[in-house]
């Protein structure tokens, strides 16, 4: 019977304030203390994946937020994941929201965050990623999540300029629309707003990109979005030659569940209680939208059952961030053994 360090290692982490703790996981990374799993490293050729043009090992990713600027993408990819999204990264590094603004909800296995995109700026992203190996030379797939400062004037210029300069970085984009802790950020999901935002960042990525170059674009959405405001968001999404969407973000919303004393903070919840309501988005999405783009679907996974259900809904892809904080390092493992069961379509790729 082998050693399982995470429920000692947890007890030690959780004993830090979660925003202390989630540098400490950096630098654990980065100096490669956190040592991959046999069994998150197997090779599983049949877990592979084509999705809007990439080859992804497996379907599993990590969301942005985690490494926020791209301290570590690839010692998360070395720990099995099948890509890691980086960011969200501003033109202008800034602070964020006044601290504390992250809350373990340990009884409910959530979190809350209000954050509000703290990040060090795109040049502090940008050296990084060049130091990378290029494009096709990496052990995963590479995301990139771009977003606006808080006090800009234009916010849609500031996507524009995160296309601009990760478009030849990163092996796709992310354009956030969805964080609930930038005030008004979440106007960008109506649709006037959002046709010119896509048209915009589309016309900067074809004006970089040369003759068989590729970065594929996809839009990170609110899992709190009524029917009308989703149906204007996925009708622009539909006409738009974007390829994909992500499903989705944190939410304000408060289940009567939660039990933790610090349900009540404001900011985004994620993890478990998010599962059902991002799932119920998710399946809309794939309603509306059919195999015309491709799918990422987030929230709440925290295991391979929660994973399968994703993909089941219409997910071409999944991604995780609060399962890995309250689950740990081993969570990776444990997905890919359960997805190796049941192996998944690897023929379809969206159009």
Request: a neutral charge; hydrophobic letters at 40%; one cysteine or more.
């Amino acid at each position: 019977m082998s050693f399982d360090p995470w429920p000692l290692a947890r007890r030690l982490v959780f004993a830090r304030p979660p925003e202390e703790a989630h540098g400490l996981a950096i630098k654990g990374l980065r100096a490669g203390l956190v040592r991959p799993s046999t069994k998150a490293t197997k090779p599983r050729p049949h877990l592979t994946r084509i999705v809007a043009g990439l080859t992804f090992k497996n379907p599993i990713g990590i969301a942005a937020g985690f490494d926020k600027n791209g301290e570590v993408p690839l010692p998360i990819l070395d720990q099995g994941f099948g890509f890691t999204e980086v960011g969200t990264t501003t033109p202008y590094p800034q602070a964020g929201n006044p601290k504390p603004r992250v809350f373990r909800l340990v009884d409910d296995e959530a979190m809350i965050n209000r954050l509000g995109f703290n990040n060090e700026g795109h040049d502090a992203m940008a050296r990084r990623l060049e130091a990378l190996p290029p494009k096709g030379r990496r052990p995963g797939i590479l995301g990139v999540n771009i977003g606006a400062n808080k006090d800009a004037e234009d916010r849609i210029a500031d996507y524009v300029t995160g296309m601009r300069r990760f478009a030849l970085l990163g092996d796709y984009i992310t354009i956030n629309i969805s964080s609930p802790n930038t005030p008004g950020l979440r106007d960008l999901q109506g649709k006037e707003a959002l046709t010119r935002l896509l048209n915009e960042a589309l016309n900067a990525r074809e004006a970089i990109l040369t003759a068989g170059q590729t970065c594929p674009v996809f839009v990170k959405i609110a899992p709190d979005l009524d029917e009308e405001g989703l149906a204007d968001t996925v009708e622009v999404i539909e006409a738009s030659p974007i390829e994909g969407v992500i499903v989705s973000n944190t939410t304000n919303a408060r289940p009567a569940t939660l039990r933790s004393g610090k349900k009540s903070e404001t900011g985004g919840l994620s993890g478990k209680p998010l599962f059902e309501p991002s799932t119920t988005m998710l399946a809309k999405v794939k309603a509306a939208l059919g195999d015309n783009k491709a799918l990422i679907g987030v929230g709440g996974v925290d295991s391979a059952a929660t994973a399968q259900a994703k993909l089941d809904t219409g997910a071409d892809l999944v991604q995780l961030y609060t399962g890995y904080v309250f689950k740990g390092p081993g969570l990776i493992g444990d997905i890919l053994a359960g997805l190796e069961k049941r192996p998944l379509d690897t023929t379809r790729e969206p159009a």
